[in-house]
C-alpha cells in the first residue's frame, strides 16, 4: 500500500513560476526523498531529509519535514519547461537492516514556456 | 562513473512463460533494490539485496524471485508470467546504511510486456 500520498496530482505552470508540491504519509520515518521521472524512464533522486531535519535546500529545490504533521513538501523555484516530469515522495522505514522504500502516486508537473 | 545498468531494455513475453532481468548496480553499492511501476498500482517494492542476501521482501507472490551475486549484479525472475506482470521493472541500488544513506541511484528500467 502506498505510504506517501502526493498532492496536487497535477501541477501546470508557466516558466519562471514556483511550484509546490505537497506529501504526507502515515508512519514513523527515518528518512523521506524527493524523487523526479521523465516519461516512464528511471527515478532521479533529488534530495533526501532525515527525520531530525526540518528544511533543507539544494540549487531550486527547497524540501521541508513536519514530522508532527506527517508531512513534506518540495519548492522548485523558477520552474523551466526542463522541469516537466513526475514528482515522487517515498519514505524509508528501516535504516539497520537496509531500506524499503514506499512511494506515493506522484504529482505530474507540466511547465509552459 | 557508470550508471546503474538494466537489461534488457524491453522485453515481450507469452502468458505462462518466465522471465529473468538483469541489474548491474554502480561501482561500490552493495544494496540493491527492484521496483515494479504501472498505472494502475504506481511504485511497489518488490525485495532489497545486501552482500548476496535479501533484506527486504515486498507484497508479491512466490512467482517473483531475486538473487544477488558476489559482484553485487542481481536478477529478478518471474515464472508462469500474467498479464498483470506487465510493467516497468526498476532496479535501484545505493552504497550506505543510516547516516550513510543518501538516496537511491535507479536504472532506466526494463519494459516488461505480457502478451
Known amino acids: 500500500s502506498q505510504q506517501g500520498e502526493e498532492d496536487p496530482q497535477a501541477l501546470s505552470i508557466q516558466e519562471g513560476e514556483n511550484a509546490t508540491m505537497n506529501c504526507s504519509y502515515k508512519t514513523s520515518i527515518n528518512n523521506l526523498q524527493w524523487y523526479r521521472q521523465n516519461s516512464g524512464r528511471g527515478l532521479v533522486h533529488l534530495i533526501l531529509i532525515r527525520s531530525n531535519e526540518r528544511e533543507k535546500h539544494s540549487g531550486r529545490l527547497r524540501v521541508t519535514l513536519d514530522t508532527s504533521k506527517k508531512s513534506s513538501s518540495l519548492l522548485i523555484t523558477a520552474s523551466r519547461a526542463a522541469d516537466t516530469a513526475s514528482y515522487f515522495c517515498a519514505t524509508a522505514l528501516n535504516s539497520n537492516s537496509g531500506y524499503a522504500l514506499n512511494f506515493g502516486k506522484g504529482t505530474s508537473l507540466l511547465v509552459t514556456p | 562513473k557508470a550508471g546503474v545498468t538494466q537489461t534488457p531494455r524491453y522485453l515481450i513475453k507469452t502468458r505462462g512463460q518466465q522471465v529473468t532481468l538483469s541489474c548491474s548496480p554502480i561501482?561500490?553499492?552493495?544494496?540493491v533494490s527492484w521496483y515494479q511501476q504501472t498505472p494502475g498500482q504506481g511504485l511497489q517494492f518488490l525485495f532489497e539485496?545486501?552482500?548476496?542476501?535479501?533484506?527486504n521482501k515486498g507484497n508479491f507472490p512466490g512467482r517473483f524471485s531475486g538473487r544477488q551475486f558476489s559482484n553485487s549484479r542481481s536478477e529478478m525472475n518471474v515464472s508462469t508470467l500474467e498479464l498483470g506482470d506487465s510493467a516497468l521493472y526498476l532496479c535501484?541500488?545505493?552504497?550506505?546504511?543510516?547516516?550513510?544513506?543518501?538516496?537511491?541511484?535507479f536504472g532506466s528500467g526494463t519494459r516488461l510486456t505480457v502478451v
Open positions: 535501484a541500488s545505493s552504497s550506505g546504511l543510516g547516516l550513510l544513506f543518501y538516496g537511491y541511484t
Open positions: 561501482s561500490g553499492h552493495r544494496s
Open positions: 539485496y545486501f552482500s548476496e542476501t535479501q533484506r
